[in-house]
């Protein structure tokens, strides 16, 4: 086989081009790099050194002419001069001289309608292994006139000089949508790499008129699809793994005119504190081919101690969606019947589920709430409201609502119905009241998504502007309505209205929103 040329891309002379590797290959490679180590299920295991999540203070957007007008500039897309992008791609190309690279082509997007060809190439086999496993893989016909829609190139080795590069550290994500182009410096997290695609997706796919979501979906035995949105603790992915529903995916996804598709080919899951018990899918994807970062691991007997936090909280796995056992292979369904919204309120305030107009779902979507626990961090000592529009602020490149405009419209298209699910506290706020039960919540989820719950009365939520069932299978009466469950009711009012006012105060800054949707949320 010829060897890939990479000079169209400015990497010239590198020592070796390994192309298309299979994954026992890249394993071999990686072992004999010294990148990791073999796990006792087989997992190969990496530690990621100094990044050991993402760094969006070290993410960029070219200030491309082409893309001037469309991106949301600000702390998310924070913009550098082209010549940024060009004087640091020129490093990582200088850097690559004399060293293996290894290079996967594979593609985002399982309806082929929608699909974009990405070639990724890596300093580190490990990396290569990951993204490998974490994109759909191409078959053979599809590869032999590959002609990617972008590249991603990825020098974990080659550090950034904040002064004389003009960034802020070592690390650098820079995307450069004229030069359909991705650089990655400076950070050995895998997760940059595969967050570099779905913000590339973000871009292309609303062009389209196909909606980019940052959600899990299945499906049941009936075609009947669903989808997940929230926040990191909410529960989106134990409640999207269902025995009795298929999975199309856990993470990334797109809604186009003829239903929903993952646009991915695998999964990143988080590891901290996994339990074969409480997770048996993710636990038994832990196996050879599979990529974990920062679990510590006995040296000796290459066993996983998950609930050890010492390298970080967020501990990782990387594996293809077909080591789940109900995946849903190709990863493509018909429209939603049920949008379901999570949040985990540590206020203790919102009701455990509610019903949402067209309006309403497209203002939660638009704030994204969560809140962050006590004590979970230094310095928090009481519930933060957490706000990440369309449940993913990092990851898009266009303006919010651009995003909520599209999930409105498919929405009143395809008549979806939209609920809003409180997975956090009952009874008052954390450390008061008690966290809802995860069999109760099932109920209500599986309520939302079999239609019963419709059948079930409404009462109006004066403060939060809910539609709030009555009744719910499975549920005890008294649990669906939150204020009843506080001993110190006018204590209940006032956090409630003190957590619309933060509702209130996070949508003013959004432009270009419909007034409908503005009177659509909590009105305090």
């Known amino acids: 086989m010829a060897r890939l040329d990479l000079n169209s891309i400015g990497i010239n002379n590198p020592k070796a081009v390994y192309h298309n590797l299979p994954p026992a290959a890249l394993v071999e490679q990686a072992l004999r790099r010294q ?16 990044y050991t999540g993402r760094s969006p203070d070290d993410r ?12 949301d500039w600000g702390k998310v897309n924070r913009p550098v001069p082209p010549a940024t992008f060009d004087r640091i791609h020129k490093k990582i190309c200088d850097y690559l001289v004399d060293k293996d690279v290894f290079v996967f082509d594979g593609c985002a997007g399982a309806d082929p309608a929608y699909r974009h060809r990405f070639r990724v190439v890596n300093e580190m086999a490990s990396q290569n ?32 000089d904040p002064q004389a590069d003009g960034v802020n550290s070592e690390a650098a994500i820079i995307i450069s949508y004229a030069r359909r182009m991705v650089i990655i410096a400076g950070s050995a997290y895998a997760g940059e790499i595969k967050k570099s695609v779905f913000s590339v997706m973000n871009y292309l796919l609303p062009k389209k008129g196909v909606l980019s979501m940052h959600c899990s979906a299945n499906v049941g035995t009936e075609g009947d699809s669903a989808l997940f949105f929230g926040l990191s603790g909410t529960g989106k992915t134990t409640l999207s793994a269902d025995p009795q529903r ?11 005119d003829t239903g929903i598709f993952n646009i991915e080919g695998g ?20 196996r050879f081919g599979a990529l974990v970062e920062n679990v510590v691991m006995d040296p000796e ?33 018909g429209h939603p019947q049920t949008i379901i919204f999570l949040t985990a309120d540590a206020f203790g305030v ?32 009481e519930p933060v409201a957490t706000f990440s529009a369309c449940f993913g602020a990092p990851f ?19 008549q979806a119905r939209a609920y809003l699910v409180n997975t956090g506290w009952s009874g008052g706020p954390y450390g008061v009241g008690s966290r809802i039960k995860l069999p109760l919540t099932r109920a209500m989820v599986s309520a939302c998504l079999n239609g019963s719950l419709e059948g079930a009365a409404f009462r109006h939520d004066p403060i939060f502007n809910l539609e709030v069932p009555t009744t719910c299978p499975g549920v005890p009466d008294h649990l669906l309505d939150p204020r009843a469950t506080w001993k110190d009711q006018d204590a209940y009012d006032q956090t409630a209205r003190k957590l619309a006012g933060l509702f209130a105060k996070n949508i003013t800054k959004f432009t270009n929103v419909a007034p409908e949707v503005l009177a659509s949320g909590p009105q305090g």
């Not at 309403?360 to 994204?368: E, F, I, N, R, T």
């Open 35 to 50: 990148e990791g180590l073999l796990s006792e299920s087989g997992a190969f295991t990496v530690k990621t050194g100094k």
């Open 267 to 286: 999964c990143y899951a988080k590891c901290i504190n996994l339990s074969q018990e409480h997770e048996p899918d993710i636990w038994n994807a832990i």
């Open 246 to 256: 298929r999975l199309i995916g856990d993470d990334e996804h797109g809604w186009s």
């Open 129 to 160: 292994l990951f993204i490998h496993q974490l994109l759909l893989r191409p078959e053979a016909d599809e590869l032999a006139n590959f002609d990617p829609d972008f590249t991603i190139i990825a020098a974990p080795g080659l550090k950034c």
């Open 60 to 71: 960029f957007v070219a200030q491309d002419t082409e893309v001037m007008g469309d991106i």
């Open 350 to 381: 919102l009701p455990p589920v509610s019903r949402l107009s067209p309006e309403a779902a497209m203002y939660h979507y638009l704030s994204g709430y969560t809140a962050k626990l006590s004590g979970t961090e230094r310095g928090i000592d």
């Open 301 to 333: 007997t290459r066993q996983y101690d998950f609930n050890d936090a010492s390298l970080t909280e967020n501990t990782r796995v990387g594996y293809p969606v077909d080591y789940i056992g109900n995946a849903l292979i190709p990863g493509v369904a």
């Open 396 to 414: 898009l490149p266009l303006p919010p609502a651009a995003y909520a405009k599209l999930l409105g419209e498919k929405i009143r298209k395809h």
